[in-house]
């Protein structure tokens, strides 16, 4: 899987890694603490949360013109880490205590993400552009991808270690209700003699608070939303630090894909990579490209307006409907402690039943070493005792899940290649939607009798008319396999099929459909306390069918763009060999 790349991908990857780590920390946490900090509604933080990810999508595309005009792929880059910085750093150390310093955080955000993240995409499709590595580009994208979700996947734990580390400081622990309930008591909402009154008087008993009568609870109240969203911002904080050592890689590494560094018109003047193969399209040619690009992206928006609702909607279920403990072997999976050596056990018994000769003995050791490290973890922190977790905490499984499932996916692949059976990048894009489909099934089934969101204010639950985690689980390993199937395609679809001088503005276009769709997540927020579980994962249901229904329907026409791609750059290669030999 790792051979026969450029030393430059794994120099981007581990840039991107640093990147995202910082991103989805701060995601981890965000709605959570618009909620708990500004006592917003489910709606207004929905609408919120899907402008902010539209802007962090769509300004791509305006960091693609950048680039391919103007300053070119580094320096654009460069530009994107140190704005990022910027905006992290407001949300850390907010400058007063009203929304606007948040929104200009955000906003800084957004515009650094649009000038990074489509242009060092196009950098690992550039290293691709040579010979040597052209046959690996899908491979290359998969192993990017996975590097992202390395940075996504301890996220998740870090923003829960960084909230409770705050709030046992304080002599509290984190407890899903209070910051609503809070909120209530400021506005008015509930009084003395109500049940959200009781029931607050008892949380905060819980945690230690002597309640007498309510000045003491609304202090306490106080008090509690104001190291819970002390906490988060210590967890935004995190970003500024991986965000400078993300820009350490990429500057001090740059040797690796400094010939990659070339927009089309810095190569006409003779720059970037000598061997790189350059083609050149008719007007006709260049026009089936983007269309089809097009074709792709609109398909797109449906995926990722489904898929991220990992931080929306999937959140409130995991705050309001799940069980907030687990018990038995399954805790392994909700501690870095018990999730790491769980994944190197699995690369363990990967290497192990598909290795060669020399790498096979180094997985059985892997595996029994980490076999025994588990058997350890488990007895030690787990066994014989309920583990207690934070709802941001499930947002940790997907990026797990790709970790675990890209080699797998990768020689799936691999295997249909050999056997002259894989099926094209838009045809993988498709699949991909009908799993996706079946992921929100899962969830459909584990909401059926469950409390309508509007109405948990006046009827809430019980730990014990909550359900299984499991749910949420097995929600996220189908919708991850969804993914692999098409997002990194989708972004090697991209930089194949993309016309050279407009690589960096495809890039951005192919996050600008992702944005759209990100936006469209917030809809999807604004109907959780309009209608029964059933129906809104339904509609997710829905939408997923028929945009996989729709890229079936288009898919000789997409199939015969990428067919064409492919033959004309196997055929600008071969017109490079001969040239080299003169």
């Known amino acids: 899987m790792l051979n026969g790349h450029p030393k430059g991908l794994f120099v981007l990857a581990a840039t991107n890694t640093g990147e995202r780590f910082g991103y989805y920390t701060m995601l981890a946490i965000f709605t959570l603490y618009l909620q708990a900090h500004y006592g917003w509604s489910s709606a207004a933080t929905s609408q919120v949360f899907g402008i902010f990810l539209a802007a962090v999508y769509f300004l791509p595309v305006i960091g693609g013109i950048v680039a391919d005009k103007f300053l070119g792929y580094g320096k654009t880059i460069t530009l994107g880490t140190i704005v990022m910085f910027l905006g992290y750093a407001l949300l850390a150390f907010p400058i007063g205590s009203g929304a606007i310093p948040m929104f200009i955080a955000l906003g800084f955000i957004a515009l650094g993400t649009g000038f990074f993240k489509g242009n060092l995409q196009v950098l690992v499709g550039n290293l691709y552009d040579n010979p040597k590595y052209s046959k690996n580009r899908d491979l290359a994208y998969s192993i990017f991808y996975m590097c992202i979700n390395i940075g996504a996947f301890f996220a998740p734990s870090m923003a829960e270690a960084i909230s409770n580390y705050i709030l046992k ?9 209070i910051p609503a309930l809070a909120h209530q008591l400021f506005d008015g909402t509930i009084a003395p003699g109500s049940a959200g009154y009781e029931e607050l008087v008892n949380l905060a008993t819980a945690q230690g608070a002597s309640i007498t009568d309510l000045s003491s609870l609304q ?37 690796y894909y400094k010939s990659a560094d070339a927009t089309e ?10 061997d790189a193969v350059v083609l050149e399209l008719t007007k006709e040619q260049t026009r089936e490209r983007v269309i089809a690009l097009i074709l792709v992206f609109i398909v797109v928006i449906f995926f990722w307006m489904s898929f991220h609702q990992n931080g929306l909607t999937m959140t409130f279920f995991a705050r309001d409907y799940t069980t907030s403990h687990i018990s038995g072997i399954s805790s392994l999976l909700f501690s870095l402690s018990g999730t790491v050596p769980f994944i190197l056990l699995f690369y363990g018994l990967f290497l192990l039943f598909t290795g060669d000769n020399k790498t096979k003995p180094i997985g059985g050791i892997m595996a029994a070493v980490f076999a025994v490290v588990l058997y350890f973890v488990y007895q030690k922190n787990f066994a014989g ?6 709802p941001q905490i499930f947002q940790q499984f997907n990026p797990m899940f790709i970790i675990i499932l890209t080699p797998i996916f990768v020689g799936l692949f691999s295997w249909l290649s050999s056997k002259k059976k894989e099926p094209s990048a ?21 909401s059926l009798g469950l409390t309508a969101p509007s109405d948990l204010a006046s009827h809430p639950l019980s730990e014990s008319q909550m359900v299984s985690p499991y749910w949420l689980i097995n929600t996220y390993l189908v919708l991850t396999c969804a993914e692999l199937f098409l997002s990194p395609m989708g972004i090697s679809f991209v930089s194949k099929v993309s016309p050279p001088k407009y690589k960096g503005m495809m890039q951005g276009l192919w996050f600008a459909a992702t944005a759209v769709g990100n936006y469209l997540t917030s809809v999807i927020g604004y109907l959780w306390e309009k209608v029964s579980l059933p129906v809104l994962w339904g509609i997710l ?5 028929l945009s996989a229904l729709f890229i079936f329907s288009i898919m000789k026409r997409l199939e015969r763009v990428t067919r064409e791609s492919e033959e004309q750059l196997k055929a600008a290669e071969e017109a490079h060999k001969k040239k080299e030999k003169k």
């Open 169 to 177: 400081g304080a002599g509290m622990v984190y407890n899903s209700k």
């Open 219 to 255: 202090q306490f109240a106080h008090t509690y939303i104001d190291t819970l969203s002390q906490s988060y911002q210590y967890g935004f904080g995190v970003a500024c630090i991986s965000l400078i050592a993300s820009l350490a890689i990429f500057a001090g590494f740059r040797k």
């Open 265 to 274: 018109k810095e190569k006409a003047q003779g720059k970037g990579d000598k």
């Open 385 to 390: 005792h309920q583990t207690d977790y934070t």
């Open 426 to 446: 838009p045809r993988k894009i498709g699949i991909g939607m009908i799993i996706a489909a079946l992921g929100f099934v899962i969830l459909l089934v584990g």
């Open 541 to 545: 249901i829905i939408c997923c069918a």
